[in-house]
């Protein structure tokens, strides 16, 4: 079985990631079929770049995301394009969808990392008053 998962990449306690396209039994920083992105949790806010039309082309074939790439895939929509795309949508209004999202990020000129605010569940305040 194929896996959609993140590859550690960077320096101790400096970590950053690469989205990789690997076979469910190699493992974490071994061999893999091909890199489809890259995941910086260290930006603020973190900052994700992807491929889409490959990892179409591998959720097509049967690739599954680890829970984590899921996570990422859905904060930055490609979940729910790939649905429309399994409906029947053009792959090409689709990719520009997604291009138009990406042009739309604000990029910081200090870092040159997006900058665009992920939304985020809000925190359950825990009641008071409850003896």
Do not use: C
């Amino acid at each position: 079985m194929v896996r959609i998962r993140l590859r550690k990449m960077g320096l101790r306690h400096q970590p950053s990631y690469r989205i990789i396209v690997a076979d469910r039994e190699s493992p974490r920083d071994g061999r893999f079929l091909e890199v489809v992105g890259t995941y910086n949790p260290r930006t603020e806010p973190s900052t994700i770049l992807v491929e889409e039309g490959r990892i179409y082309y591998w959720l097509g074939t049967g690739a599954q995301p680890s829970e984590s790439v899921a996570r990422l895939l859905h904060q930055i929509g490609l979940t729910d394009r790939f649905e429309r795309l399994k409906k029947g949508e053009p792959e090409e209004k689709i990719l520009k969808e997604a291009e138009a999202a990406r042009a739309a990020r604000v990029v910081s000129p200090k870092t040159r990392q997006d900058t665009t605010p992920v939304r985020k569940k809000p925190k359950k305040k825990k009641e008071e008053g409850a003896a």
